[in-house]
Structures are given as structure tokens and as C-alpha cells.
């Protein structure tokens, strides 16, 4: 069974860092593009970031680009986000998703989530 | 980077069919066949439905179908059940190497 499983979201001080991790499974991971989703509380989905299966040729959103780094360690079959400068509109549930194809996620991990406050 | 853009709000009765509509642009939705769509029930996470703008993966009911239309994308749920109450997102492929989704779509079965 293909799983995604989430940890490392918390509670974190406005401009503190937080790195969250995906563990995956039953799936060659080194052979999938993964990619990290966010969603506000009550709100939208939100696409924060990409990265091939080699590790090469991350990618960001505007809204995290040069705060946030993405990162694979394909050996421990291991997603991380590594996010830094924390705003309090950071806040949100943090998912892990492996992309299928070009726009094709599936599945999703179940989420992990972020508090930025004070 | 700006979100596709849908309905807040449909709503339907069992039995009756619903569209949802997702714009983008012409460097997102308009550019590219890459448009998916996800079901997601409160506190859970998201599920696709159809990806490259008209397709299901396995698993997904016959009842849901995509089509697109310069930059409007289209779900269609036909034969509406209570079980399809859920928010419903667009997804597109954009310029720069990026992604975009839409705002989401609460679909409410009357």
C-alpha cells in the first residue's frame, strides 16, 4: 500500500524554523517528482513546492521562495521541508503528495500542522 | 501565481448532475492539459478525481468527468449522492515550473 506519513509540524515562534518530514512507502520513491501542499484553516489548497526524484530542480512558490527549502534523502525514502523566517500567515496543515505526473497528486499524506504565533 | 478561480458554492439534488467551473489564464489552465481535480470531506485529506483534465485514475466513480475549454475547466458529477457533499479543487499546471490551485467549491447535496 502507498503511504505518506507526515511529522514535524508544531508550534513555532514567529521568525523561527520548523522542519517537517514525509516517510513514504510501498512505492520506489526515488522515481516520483514529491511536492508539499498547504491548507489554511477553512480555507484553499495551496502548492508550496517540488522536488524531482533525483533531488535536482526544486521549485517554490513565491509566497516561501528563499525561506523554505525542499529536500529528498531517497535512502531513508524520506521527504523534508525545511522552513525558516516563519510568518504568523504560515500557519497552516502541511501535506506531502507524491505527483504521479506533470499534475497528477495521488496520494496525499494526512497532513502535518504548523502554528506560527507568539 | 494567482488561484484558479471557482464557485464558492453549488448545490444539487440526488439524482440531478452539477458542473463546477475552474478559470485560469492562458499560462496555466489555457496552456497546458494538466488540470486534475480532488474530493476532500472535512478533516481529511484531498483525493483526485480526474487529472490531465478528463481522465479518472482507478477507483474514482464513472460519475465524475472533466472536459476544458480555452482557460475554463469543467467537473462534472452526474447522478448526484449524498456521498459527493465535499469540497472540490481544481489543479493546474503553470509557467515557471509552478502549480496553482483553484479556491475549492463546496458542493452541497440538498
Excluded at chain 1, 507526515?6 to 520513491?29: D, H, I, K, T, W
Excluded at chain 1, 502548492?47 to 529528498?72: C, E, H, L, M, N
Excluded at chain 1, 516563519?86 to 500557519?91: E, K, P
Aim: aromatic residues 10%.
Amino acid at each position: 500500500e502507498v503511504q505518506l506519513v507526515e511529522s514535524g509540524g508544531g508550534l513555532v515562534q514567529p521568525g523561527g524554523p520548523l522542519r517537517l518530514s514525509c516517510a513514504a512507502s510501498g512505492f520506489p520513491f526515488s522515481g516520483y517528482w514529491m511536492h508539499w501542499v498547504r491548507q489554511t484553516p477553512g480555507k484553499g489548497l495551496v502548492w508550496v513546492s517540488r522536488i524531482k526524484g533525483d533531488g535536482s530542480s526544486p521549485t517554490y512558490a513565491d509566497s516561501v521562495k528563499g525561506r523554505f527549502t525542499i529536500s529528498r534523502d531517497n535512502a531513508k525514502n524520506t521527504l523534508y521541508l525545511q522552513m525558516s523566517s516563519l510568518r504568523v500567515d504560515d500557519t497552516a496543515i502541511y501535506y506531502c503528495v507524491r505527483g504521479l505526473a506533470l499534475n497528477r497528486f495521488d496520494p496525499w499524506g494526512q497532513g502535518t500542522p504548523v502554528t506560527v504565533s507568539s | 501565481q494567482s488561484a484558479l478561480t471557482q464557485p464558492a458554492s453549488v448545490s444539487g439534488s440526488p439524482g440531478q448532475s452539477i458542473t463546477i467551473s475552474c478559470t485560469g489564464a492562458n499560462n496555466d489552465v489555457g496552456g497546458y492539459n494538466s488540470v486534475s481535480w480532488y474530493q476532500q470531506y472535512p478533516g481529511k485529506a484531498p483525493k483526485l478525481m480526474i487529472y490531465d483534465v478528463s481522465n479518472r485514475p482507478s477507483g474514482a466513480s464513472n460519475r465524475f468527468s472533466g472536459s476544458k475549454s480555452g482557460n475554463t475547466a469543467s467537473l462534472t458529477i452526474s447522478g448526484l449522492q449524498a456521498e459527493d457533499e465535499a469540497d472540490y479543487y481544481c489543479s493546474s499546471y503553470s509557467s515557471s515550473d509552478t502549480w496553482v490551485f483553484g479556491g475549492g467549491t463546496k458542493l452541497t447535496v440538498l
